[in-house]
């Protein structure tokens, strides 16, 4: 049984930070693409980052320089640092693990997704 849970989320002032985590059970881990997407009310689910079983990062432009993304493998956990925080990132946070293989000519496509974290940002 594949388990995603994220945890961190709270209520925090604008210019506040946060650190949301994210532990994996049920796969391998370190062979997992992870990243972290976020949905607000009204609007449609964002890519927020993500982190490639490799190490590379990808931002969305509008974060890149606020969140930063990261993975310990020995811990099954992928982190979220968030600071800077503005109301416009007022969202429930989701995290994400995938792999995507091609297997004779076959696209296989392994996606896991946790339950999300709420993060209020408000004065």
């Known amino acids: 049984q594949v388990q995603v849970v994220e945890s961190g989320g709270g209520l925090v002032q604008p210019g506040g930070s946060l650190r949301l985590s994210c532990v994996v059970s049920?796969?391998?881990?370190?062979?997992?693409?992870m990243g972290w997407y976020r949905k607000a009310p009204g609007k449609q689910r964002e890519l927020v980052a993500t982190?490639?079983?490799?190490?590379?990062?990808n931002y969305a432009d509008s974060l890149k320089g606020r969140f930063t993304i990261s993975r310990d493998n020995a811990r099954n956990t992928v982190y979220l640092q968030m600071n800077s925080l503005k109301p416009e990132d007022t969202a429930v946070y989701y995290c994400n693990a995938i792999q995507i293989r091609t297997i004779w000519g076959r696209r296989r496509e392994y996606d896991y997704w946790g339950q999300g974290t709420q993060v209020t940002v408000s004065s």
């Open positions: 049920g796969i391998t881990f370190s062979i997992y693409d």
């Open positions: 982190v490639a079983s490799g190490g590379t990062t």
